[in-house]
């Protein structure tokens, strides 16, 4: 019975139709509505409640907070995935986090917006997991184009909310908050997704738990010091830009504008490449790209170079953290692991680790100038790259010998 269900349930997936994959396609979309787009009508908030005690403080915790929930809750969300299945669970969490988004719009006080910005943190967690263990059981060539298209729309979306969220906050902060409602699509197009079948995956039913999630420990470095380049480019790319006297904040995010534009190429053109490197090259692909882009940055005499490395950079984060979900996917695989459970393991690593990168990045600026920031993130993506490749090196002379 249970060897039926499990030949159905790969059925259903290799089956799935363009609305279901068009779903799982928005699973990046979600979590940049649900974390970042709100950002840019903080400042409307702001002037707001300027009265209000603490507002400062209030609204950068409003900003803050929601990746480290990201981060925390996504192994949790591994273990409901695994559990309840992926259309159960990316319903409710993009229902959730709709609802928790639209929320602080009624708050007649900061505090009061606290609760729900932690609930939309556990919500895209949930919904982000799902999507990549809905993609993992696709057949494998729709699968890596899938999980390229989940890092563009993911990218797409981040450009046209922003600008959406500074449009609509201009109007009253209020209308902010009705980003969240551009998830609506995400969760209509859910509906399309298989239903949770037992043992839909071998070993799913025993994976239930994080334990199972047998992710390498190479892999989990490669992850950590990857989330830290990526929060590099985005904190301290502003700082380098200024010290080479670019201090308009347009212009600034014009030049940032290109690194955005070269992320989308990479993450657009991962299903192509992956075809040719595999998904262990294209991790180290991913990988060099950040440190040959943060010597370039580090070495820059002009605002030209600098912004040729942030680009460079950008390609390369947006590949990595693409190529990182399937890597571990596949590693835990092989070991009879769980694909919800692999994900929510792979999030953890790269995001919440980057709480840490400010403070270690501002005293390295502080003491030997923003270039130095740079040197240091080609070291540590340097040495996880040299640690990265042994293992697929050695994996790829294996398959060839065989």
Known sequence: MQAQEARDAHEDWATLGLAGKAALALAGATI?????????????????????????????????MVAPVFALASPIAGRVVA??????????????????????????????MLPFRLVIGCAAAGAFTAGMAGVAQLPER???????????????????GFAAVGFLAARGWQYAFAIHLLMLPAALLGLALPRHRKAATPGVEQAAGAARARVPVYLLFAAVVGGWAMVSTSIFAPVLLGSLGVDDPRRVGSL????????????????????????????????????????????????????????LMGLGVAVFSVAAYPAAIEA????????????GVISLAIYF??????????????????????????????????????????????????
């Open 32 to 64: 940049t509505l649900a974390m970042f787009a709100i950002s840019s009508g903080l400042p409307a908030i702001q002037r707001a409640f300027a009265g209000s005690p603490n507002a400062p403080l209030m609204v950068q915790l409003m900003a803050g």
């Open 83 to 112: 559990r309840y299945g992926v259309r159960e669970v990316w319903l409710v969490s993009i229902a959730v986090a709709i609802l928790a988004g639209l929320a602080p719009a009624a708050c007649t006080e900061l505090w009061q």
């Open 142 to 160: 729709q699968r890596h184009v899938l999980f390229g298209l989940v890092g563009f729309f993911g990218g797409v979306t981040a450009i046209v």
């Open 256 to 311: 940032l504008a290109v690194m955005s534009l070269c992320s989308l190429a990479g993450s657009g053109s991962y299903g192509f490449v992956q075809r040719l490197l595999g998904t262990g090259g294209m991790l180290m692909y991913g990988m060099a790209a950040m440190v040959v882009g943060a010597i370039v940055v580090a070495t820059a005499g002009s605002v030209f170079q600098a912004v040729a490395g942030i680009s």
């Open 332 to 343: 835990v695989a092989r070991t009879g692991g769980s694909h919800a459970a692999a994900a």
């Open 353 to 402: 680790p980057q709480i840490a990168f400010p403070f270690i990045g501002t005293a390295i600026a502080a003491a030997f100038g923003p270039a130095m920031v740079y040197v240091f993130v080609a070291t540590l993506v340097g040495v996880g790259l040299v640690i990265l490749a042994l293992p697929v090196l050695a994996a790829r002379r294996v398959a060839q010998a065989a």
